[in-house]
């Protein structure tokens, strides 16, 4: 089975912080993707960052970074400096390269960043 | 990176009433995905489209519900058939950026609320 779990339903920071969102997945297989998407209100689900199972290191993206945990099966995103207009639902999702193929999400993280 | 327009991007529907969701993409695409979303929830594969064949449904999604066209590499449709209440969600249309990868961009999305 491809299950991903999200156990923070919300989070709360001021602007300029840093926050950690959590995600964790189960898999057997050994070739699969990662990714975080932004789904900001009212507007469309964007591409946060992409992680590649097979590489060590961790992937960035300008102020945002994850925590790839492979033993741990343990994917988290950090955002950085913190932004007003990162407000926004972050889904976890994964992907199996073979099986089943699809994109499967977690239930999501509602981030508010206050002024 | 593709751009995917929905229509309608909301409408409110009577219970028992069919209403056809259309997904232009900008470019050519072998494979599009529709996905729902409940209000607060996660998001739902419902099938994969690809031209020329029939879509796949996932569990729980069936063909008498949820009819899907693909008639070019570009177009497709999702029909939410003899609506209830239930039906209301966001329904996402998608396409691979990547086969290989898993990634996905998304349409705006066509907010649907049933009466």
């Known amino acids: 089975a491809q ?6 339903p919300e989070m709360s920071v001021q602007e300029a912080e840093t926050v ?11 070739n699969y993707y990662l990714f975080w998407y932004k789904q900001p209100p009212s507007r469309q689900m964007i591409l946060v960052i992409r992680q590649e199972a097979y590489k060590q ?8 970074s994850v925590n790839f945990q492979k033993a741990a099966k343990s994917f988290s995103l950090k955002i950085s400096d913190s932004q007003l207009g990162d407000t926004a ?4 999702a994964s992907y199996l390269a073979q099986g089943a193929q699809k994109l499967v999400f977690g239930q999501g993280t509602r981030l508010t960043i206050n002024p | 990176s593709a751009v995917i327009s929905q229509k309608p991007s909301r409408d409110i ?22 996905y ?3 209000p607060g929830q996660s998001l739902t594969l419902i099938a994969t489209a690809n031209q020329g064949s029939e879509a796949t449904y996932e569990s729980g999604f069936v063909i008498d ?33 990547s086969v290989n990868t898993g990634e996905l961009f998304f349409g705006e999305g066509s907010r649907l609320t049933v009466l």
């Open chain 2, 36 to 38: 729902r979303q409940q």
């Open chain 1, 3 to 8: 299950t991903v779990t999200q156990s923070q």
């Open chain 1, 89 to 92: 639902m972050y889904f976890c």
């Open chain 1, 57 to 64: 290191q961790n992937a960035t993206e300008n102020r945002f």
């Open chain 2, 65 to 97: 519900k949820f009819p899907i066209s693909r008639p070019n590499l570009t177009f497709s449709t999702l029909t939410v058939s003899n609506m209830s209440p239930e039906d209301s969600s966001i329904y996402l249309c998608s396409v691979a950026a």
């Open chain 1, 20 to 30: 950690t969102l959590s995600c964790t997945y189960d898999t057997s297989e050994s």
């Open chain 2, 13 to 34: 529907c009577q219970r028992g009433t069919s209403l056809t969701i259309q997904c232009q993409v900008d470019s050519q695409v072998t494979m599009m995905f529709w």
